[in-house]
């Protein structure tokens, strides 16, 4: 049930670009976007239901392809407070959230 | 303020006790969730519950046990069943998740320790 996430790590310097990718096994209702700093609690990013909408949220955009069972979340010209790992969430039905592998996200001056 | 309070944050348990994790929030939600994450492994699915007196098994549920007597609480049992229970253990709560607009809200987390 739990979707899988690549790369699981990835190193940028500050102003680079990234893709985090999100695949399911199962078909899903919705896909959530959520960044954990280390010790902390995730915090939401945001959210993408279906009909293949993208979002954005400052210079972080996601995209869902619902028929893939997929979403990929851009990040552009990265700045250091980018770093930490990035989880997606998934519902496959009422309420099951399945939360996805992480990518360890490390941005360097 | 509204939020979820996990309780508490470092909980150090001999093998062989059970122990439970305090789960409450105020925001009036009424799905709640508990995962456990270990390194490189996400966040895994122990038990949900949408409605008081309702849950259900995800992905890990064996040798872990829940209650939902109140809406507001949602509290995690760690087993003597629980082969390997030295993680941490992060509790969530949303409203219905099929309305848009509709996160997931995480406590701080507890790092449970066997010794």
């Known amino acids: 049930q739990q979707p899988v996430q690549s790369p699981q790590a990835v190193i940028l310097r500050e102003g680079e670009d990234a893709v985090i990718n999100c695949s399911s096994s199962?078909?899903?209702?919705?896909v959530h976007w959520y960044r954990q700093k280390h010790g902390e609690a995730p915090v939401f990013l945001m959210i993408?239901?279906?009909?293949?909408e993208q979002k954005g949220h400052d210079k972080i955009s996601a995209s869902f392809n619902e028929k893939k069972q997929q979403s990929s979340l851009y990040l552009t010209a990265s700045q250091l407070s980018y770093s930490g790992t990035y989880f997606c969430?998934?519902?496959?039905?009422?309420?099951?959230?399945?939360f996805g592998t992480g990518t360890s996200l490390t941005v360097i001056p | 303020d509204g939020g979820i309070t996990q309780s508490p944050k470092y909980l150090f348990r001999k093998e062989g006790q059970n122990v439970t994790l305090s789960c409450e929030q105020n925001?009036?939600?009424?799905?709640m969730y508990w995962y456990r994450q270990d390194p490189g492994q996400g966040l895994r699915l122990i038990y949900y519950?949408?409605?008081?007196?309702?849950?259900q098994k995800g992905d890990i549920a064996e040798g872990y046990s829940v209650s939902r007597e109140k809406k507001e609480s949602f509290p995690l049992t760690v087993t003597s069943a629980q082969k390997n229970p030295t993680a941490f253990y992060l509790c969530?709560?949303?409203?219905?998740?099929?309305?848009?607009?509709?996160?997931?809200?995480f406590g701080q987390g507890t790092r449970l320790t066997v010794v």
């Open positions: 969530a709560s949303s409203t219905n998740p099929r309305t848009a607009n509709t996160e997931a809200f």
């Open positions: 199962k078909a899903l209702y919705s």
């Open positions: 993408l239901l279906k009909g293949g």
């Open positions: 969430g998934t519902e496959i039905g009422p309420p099951q959230f399945y």
């Open positions: 925001l009036n939600h009424d799905a």
């Open positions: 519950s949408q409605i008081v007196n309702d849950f």
